[in-house]
Nanobody, 116 residues
Framework: QVQLVESGGGLVQPGGSLRLSCAASGIIFSIYDMGWYRQAPGKQRELVARITSGGSTNYVDSVKGRFTISRDNAKNTVWLQMSSLKPEDTAVYYC??????????WGQGTQVTVSS
């Protein structure tokens, strides 16, 4: 049974930081490309950051320089370090695992709220 379990969300003031974690089980983690998506109320889900099985990363323009995605294959975990948070970063953040477009798994999501 595949599970992606996110943690680390919460309420933070503008300019603050949060670190999201996604622990994977039931998959060969090292061969999967891992991503973080987010969905704000009334908006479509969007890709925030992705890290390939080889370690290459890409980010949506709005988070470049503020967010960092990383992974540890020995721990079956991917992280999203978020800094200089803005109210527009408020959303439910989802972890995603993809293998060659053949298999695609999602976590249950974790709420991030940026507000004073």
């Amino acid at each position: 049974q595949v599970q992606l379990v996110e943690s680390g969300g919460g309420l933070v003031q503008p300019g603050g930081s949060l670190r999201l974690s996604c622990a994977a089980s039931g998959i060969i983690f090292s061969i999967y490309d891992m991503g973080w998506y987010r969905q704000a109320p009334g908006k479509q889900r969007e890709l925030v950051a992705r890290i390939t099985s080889g370690g290459s990363t890409n980010y949506v323009d709005s988070v470049k320089g503020r967010f960092t995605i990383s992974r540890d294959n020995a721990k079956n975990t991917v992280w999203l370090q978020m800094s200089s948070l803005k109210p527009e970063d408020t959303a439910v953040y989802y972890c995603n695992a993809v293998y060659r477009s053949l298999t695609n798994y999602w976590g249950q999501g974790t709420q991030v709220t940026v507000s004073s």
